[in-house]
Structures are given as C-alpha cells and as structure tokens.
C-alpha cells in the first residue's frame, strides 16, 4: 500500500485524489526497491567515473571499455524475497532479470555469477530453499546459454527465512553500437515485444520494499513471476537482430513496476502516452492497473520511429514471439496512461519517476566485537571442524548443475576467480564479500571485500576494471541497520578509490528480515568485480616448490570460520593494505609464482586447496598461524626463493609428500588425504538431500 503520508503529499501537488492506476504505478516506482528513497544520498559518494567507464550507474547496465573494438555491459540484482516465496520461480527469474538488462544495452549476455547466502541447512526449511533456488538459476542459465561461471555460497542463521538471491551479469557489445534506455525524441514509438502479460508478480517491486511476514508463502505468491528460459532465449536472438539494425533508438527490460516503470523511466527525460488497451495479453479481463504493473517476464521495451515499428514486428515474428505498438514519446513531460479512450492516468513524469521525498533515518553505532576465547579443543580437531564447515568445504554439487562451458569462452574456472577468453585477452570475474566481518566491522569488513575480490583476481594476474554492489540490508528502520547501511557504503568507496577502481551500478536491497524466523540478516555488501589481464589457466604448485606466505598475519578471529565453529570471539580483520595485492599481480603475471589469497578459513583453507600435500613449519601460535582471516595475505609456490626477490616474505613449508603435515609450535599434526577428502566432502554429501 502506498503510505498515508506519500498519498496525502501527492494529493495536494496535484490538487486532486488520483485514480486507482496512478496510486498503483507511485505506489511500486515510489517504493524502496525502484526509488532508492532510504540510499541515494549515500550511493552519491561512491566513485563513479573512470577512463574506461563509458556508461555508468543509472541505466540497466553500465558499459565499461574492455578494448577498442569490445566493451562490457555489466550489471548485479537482487531477488531475495520472492526466492523466499517461491525458490525455483524467484531464482529462476532473478537470472532472466539481469539477462534482459544487459541485453537491452545491445549486449550479448555472456557470463553470469550468483552469489548466495542461506541459513544452515540443518534446518529443512533452509535445505529446501537451498535446493530450490540452485535449481532455478541452473535450469534458467543452462537453458538460455548463458554460463554460472562463478559464485558465492555463504551459510548464517541470519538467513533463515530471508535467503539473498543475488545475481551478475556480463555482456559484450561494440563500444559505439551500445543502446541506452532513455528515449531519444517525441514522436518515436514505443513497441512491447515477448511474452503475453498476465497477472503473475502484480506489485513485485512493492513487494520487494517490505519484510517478510510469517504468512508470505501464500498471502505473496502472486507477487513472484514466473518465468519462461525458452521464450528469453528467443527474446535475446530478436533484440539483438534489432539491434544490429541500428534502428532501435532506446530499449528497456520490463521489470520492477511492469509496464509502468520501464515505459515512465525510458520517456523521463520526455514523455508517454501509453495505449494499455493495445498489449497482447495473456489472460481475459485484465484491468489497467494490472496490465500496467503486472511483472510478466520475458518482455522488453523499445523505440523506434514510426517508420520502423513493421520492421521490428517482422523480426519479433520471425523469432515467434508476440509484440505490440503501444505508446509514443511526446514532447511535453507527462505520462499519460489511456484505456479503451478513457485516460486512467496523468501525472507529470519526474514526479512520478525520481520524485519520491527522501527518507531520513536515525543511526545508532554499535560494538559487537567480544573478546576471544581461546577453544580447548585439539588443532587437529579444530582444522577438520574448519575444513568442513560450508564456507569453506566443496560445493560441487552446486556447480555441476550449472552449464559452465556453454559459448565455449571458458578458460578456467577453478579456486580463485573465473576466466573467460575475450578476443586476445582474459576477462576475469570474481564476487562476494564476508558478512560475519561486516557486521563486526561495517566500514573495514566492506573494504575489505574490495581488496578480497581484487586480490582473487591478482591470483589470475589481471587488474580490476570495474565494480558492481549489491547492498542487501535488513530495514533501514532500525538505527543500528541504516549505521551498517552508512558504514558499508562508506567503505565500499574507500577501497574503491585506493584500488582505483569505479562502482558502476548495482542494487539495494532493504527490508531483508523475517517474522517467521525472528531474523534479520547480517549486512551484506555483496561485489561483483570484472577484470582484465592475459589469458592464463590456474594450474596447481608442482612437488618440491617452496611455500611462502605474503603479507602480515595478525590474530583476526572475530566473524572468522573458526569463530563460527566454536564461539571464540574475537577481533575482525582492519582494512587491508591494497599495495600487496598489485605485488602478488606483478608476481603472477610475471610468471614467477602461482598464488591463492587468504580468506575463509584462513591458511589452512588456503593449503587444503592448493597444497594438500605439503610439510609446512609454523613458528607462531598455531591457531593465529591457521585460522587467523587478516586480509591482504597470499599463500605462493615457487620454484626457488630467488623467484621472490624484492618482496617481503615468508617461507612456511615444501609441496609433496603423503599428507598435509603442519609442524607447529610444541606439536605436529597430520592430515591425510583421506581425511582431508571427507572433510571438504561433507557439505557436498549434506546438500545431496
């Protein structure tokens, strides 16, 4: 429901009541998820601009140069709360979603990430989201053609009964053929081309503005859309047929707020008539309101002149898919909405599109650091609890649902980031970020899970070119959320701009709590980061290379895995230092040493996954040595010492052997293969319902 207060301001700037169509379409664009009401000031200090960002935030997606003749459209969504609805349809149409913005832009769509976060799947109810959201994106991405080439997966209590669902996507398009999505002069027409409009996801983008209630499964179902991968797929192959023609002037992928938002955020910077009696339908008796806010998937925008309007229909024909003529830009800045010859809505169209007053939030800082509690439990133990927990264990039956080779771009895909061949050099992807650490440390956590995703692109040897967020937050209602919401976004900038690196778009998602479960999850700053860099395959370190530790480990326990499989409490890690990360690039590019950055589960996460067999020596505490999550730390092989010379470094141990051998400060523990295989297995055998 629109708020008393926005209905009462609205009435009196129009001097009038309005129509039920007008209530619905401020209703869903004057909503958090369209309107940004709670963020937009903040998002305003996030470094925007760069030598390669041609487009930035504030279209579907954003096109960053990736070279002269190739540039990236990129964007990141989210689609929590009807993941939570309706797992298999949410999920599944949050992919088709961000596939549509990115082709849009003109841009064949040609990468997608997912990063997730779920509560533990003890719970049944967590195993059957899990499942079901993993199906969706699987049978979506692998139907259209598009890979899951890289992921996040992240288990917190905090997440249960609001899941995060949050997906990238990257496209290729000629630096100087990409479209926009604002309209480009009064007189062109605006055509609907794809699915029939229906009633599925009927006030979705308000939907998406509130918390879950405990009955949400059933009272919001209408709200989820239901999507179509066949039908996309032949909506990519048309748009791009339209767009090679050079005769679409501005294209748009109907949304949050159905027809009503893309058409009145693509005339904003004109105006729209809009014909609602003349969209194909799906079902008989619609009403205006629905036709006009239903968020029927599969559909997309365009404008041309009146002249190429045939043109478009005989190439959506030709692909089989429906479209219809169904407004025109005009001169004067109104949206204007008719039916049957009666006008259901008039408005002026920066109100309705940008106008929403911004919301003002009390902040309330917090401490939620306690001290550390050193676990009584032995080291070997503590490793195998460490090693199994799902932050850290394999997922492959998570990602042997997804079709990662599909456009046959695929170079490597394994440990640290994904590497995709484009033209003559490496397009490398890396997401995600560490909500444990953010909530403990919402400037310093965020920070660092910049430097966390460049460092995984260092490991590949490539510089960043740009980032895409997307925030997703309990309700910013609550004092202490909008401090984390102000500090996360603080410390997103700041890292950005020493790495110099632009924030190109992304997403805000409030309201992520649940009634049922009585949670509301941890802050979540979840990053997208594309890189480039030359073509390189990871390859694992060769028996007899030398282990070297770079960068300084200090005792960071707190939001650590180790603190989440004992309780011990403890500091998060500050803000890393970035200038070790351009160090281990240049290593890597170099070919001087192959590298893995420190992250969850600390040093022994990083030796399970590219030494499991080594002899390590450890002078320092033992659990500070293996657990520790400081970031701004690799763990590199290389042939001899020499291959390190000019940097500051550690040598800790030898590759090969029959086992995982770490000889620490008053003891020597072993892990066997078999062990260690059992370990990293465990969520891998638990998620097999």
């Known amino acids: 429901m629109l708020p008393a207060q926005d209905l009462e301001l609205l009435r009196k700037t129009l001097g009038r009541d309005l129509t039920d169509v007008e209530i619905a379409c401020f209703e869903n664009l004057w909503s958090e998820h369209c309107s940004y009401r709670s963020t937009k000031t903040l998002l305003r200090t996030l470094p925007t601009t760069g030598s390669e960002v041609l487009l930035g935030p504030g279209d579907d997606a954003a096109i960053v140069r990736f070279s002269d003749t190739c540039a990236l459209a990129i964007g990141m969504e989210s689609h929590n709360h009807p993941s939570y609805v309706d797992p298999y349809d949410g999920a599944a149409t949050g992919v088709g979603g961000i596939v549509r913005d990115v082709l849009s832009m003109g841009a064949r769509p040609i990468a997608l990430m997912d990063p997730l976060y779920f509560g533990p799947l003890a719970s049944e109810k967590n195993r059957y989201l899990f499942e079901h959201v993993v199906a969706g994106i699987g049978d979506y991405g692998n139907c259209i053609g598009v890979p899951v080439v890289r ?48 009633r599925d996801g009927l006030g979705g983008a308000s939907f998406a503005s509130r918390d879950l209630a405990e009955d949400a499964e059933a009272a919001d179902r209408p709200s989820v859309q239901v999507g179509d991968p066949y039908t996309e797929k032949l909506l990519i192959d048309a748009i791009l047929a339209m767009a090679e023609t050079g005769k679409v002037l501005s294209c748009r992928d109907l949304g949050a707020a159905g027809l009503a938002g893309a058409s009145s955020e693509m005339a904003s910077t004109f105006g729209a008539v809009i014909y609602a009696d003349r969209v194909h339908l799906r079902e008989t008796g619609m009403t205006p309101r629905e036709i006009m806010l239903a968020e029927s998937q599969e559909r997309m925008l365009i404008e041309v002149a009146p002249e190429d309007v045939a043109l478009m229909g005989e190439i959506a024909e030709k692909y089989d898919l429906r479209w219809s003529d169904i407004g025109e830009v005009i001169e004067e800045p109104r949206y204007i909405v008719k039916f049957h010859g009666e006008t259901v809505a008039d408005l002026p169209i920066d109100l309705l599109v940008g106008g929403a007053p911004l919301c003002a939030w009390d902040k309330k800082p917090y401490s939620a ?179 070297a530790l770079i960068g300084k480990t200090e005792p960071d326990f707190g939001g650590s895995v180790l603190d989440a499989v004992t309780g011990c409490g403890g500091s998060a890690p500050a803000m890393a230092d970035p200038a070790v990360v351009a160090v281990v690039r240049d290593l890597v590019r170099e070919g001087r040493t192959t590298a893995t950055d420190l992250s969850r589960g600390g040093l022994l996460a990083a030796l399970a996954k590219i030494a499991p067999r080594a002899d390590v020596t450890l002078t320092g505490d033992p659990l500070e040595e293996l657990f520790s999550e400081t970031y701004g730390r690799f763990l590199v092989a290389v042939p001899d010492e020499s291959a390190l010379a000019g940097v500051e470094y550690r040598i800790i141990g030898t590759v090969g052997g029959d086992a995982l051998t770490l000889r620490l400060k008053g003891e020597t523990v072993v892990i066997t293969p078999e062990e260690l295989e059992t370990a990293l297995s465990t969520t891998t055998r638990t998620m097999r319902f």
């Open 369 to 547: 650091e306690t001290p550390f509690v050193r676990p009584t439990m032995p080291v070997k133990d503590l490793a195998l609890a460490v090693l199994s927990h799902p932050d850290v264990a394999r997922k492959n039956w998570v990602y042997e649902q997804y079709d990662k080779d599909v456009q046959l771009q695929s170079v490597s895909l394994v440990h640290d980031a994904a590497v995709l061949r484009l033209e003559d050099k490496a397009l490398v992807l890396s997401c995600g970020c560490n909500p444990r650490h953010i909530y403990l440390k919402p400037f310093e956590g965020t920070a660092n899970a910049v430097i966390e995703n460049a460092s995984n692109l260092a490991c590949l040897g490539a510089d960043p070119l740009c980032i895409v967020d997307c925030l997703n937050f309990a309700s910013p209602e609550h004092p202490e959320t909008y401090w984390q919401l102000e500090q996360s976004i603080l410390g997103l900038g700041d890292a950005a701009r020493k790495i110099e690196t632009p924030i190109v778009g992304g997403n805000v998602s409030l309201y992520n709590e649940s009634d049922e479960f009585g949670t509301q999850i941890k802050p979540t700053p979840s990053l997208g980061m594309v890189g480039r860099g030359e073509i390189r395959r990871w390859t694992a370190p060769k028996s007899g290379e030398k282990l």
């Open 151 to 198: 992921g996040e997966l992240v288990f917190d209590p905090s997440y249960s009964g609001n899941p995060l669902v949050n997906v990238v996507c990257v496209g290729t398009v000629k630096p100087d053929r990409y479209i926009t999505a604002r309209v480009k002069r009064p007189g062109s027409h605006l055509v609907l081309i794809g699915s029939s409009t229906g």
